[in-house]
């Protein structure tokens, strides 16, 4: 993913920041991510989290409204594929081939609002498919 300067919703200014400046200090520490980083806009607050230990983004820069769907995304999908008996990478080549993107396309972490809830509506699709 590319490293994020400019902010794609403001053309806001956008800067790494650690956790601890994101979510406040005792969030941080609380979550277990005070030596994370994130790259957040300075003037609407749209952010992405860095890989581990990295500064390396997860994805691209994502409004609330866009995170907490991400968000609901990851669980359904992480949900799926454990009752599915995936492995995490069985999990995304399914993820892939499901929605024609290259394995390095398929992370949740780059979609978009359509592509989220296409993966949820695949992920509900296969769980009424088993229990039919």
Same mark, same amino acid.
């Given at each position: ?84 008996? =995936?492995? %995490?990478? #069985? ?6 081939? @499901?929605? &024609?993107?290259? $394995? ?8 978009? =609002?359509? %592509?989220? #809830? ?6 509900? @699709?296969? &769980?009424?498919? $088993?229990?039919?």
């Amino acid at each position: 993913m590319e490293i994020p300067k400019i902010c794609r919703y403001c053309g806001g200014v956008v800067r790494l920041a650690p956790a601890a400046e994101v979510y406040g200090a005792a969030a941080a520490r609380r979550l277990g991510i005070e030596r994370e980083k994130f790259y957040q806009c300075q003037n609407c607050n749209a952010r992405v989290g860095c890989h581990k230990g990295t500064t390396r983004p997860l994805g691209n820069l994502a409004n609330e409204t866009l995170r907490l769907k991400r968000k609901e995304t990851h669980q359904v999908f992480d949900s799926f594929w454990k009752e599915r008996g =995936m492995t %995490r990478t #069985q999990a995304y080549h399914w993820m892939a081939k @499901k929605l &024609r993107l290259s $394995e390095q396309l398929a992370h949740i972490g780059g979609f978009e =609002m359509d %592509r989220c #809830q296409r993966l949820i509506d695949l992920c509900e @699709k296969g &769980r009424n498919k $088993e229990a039919a």
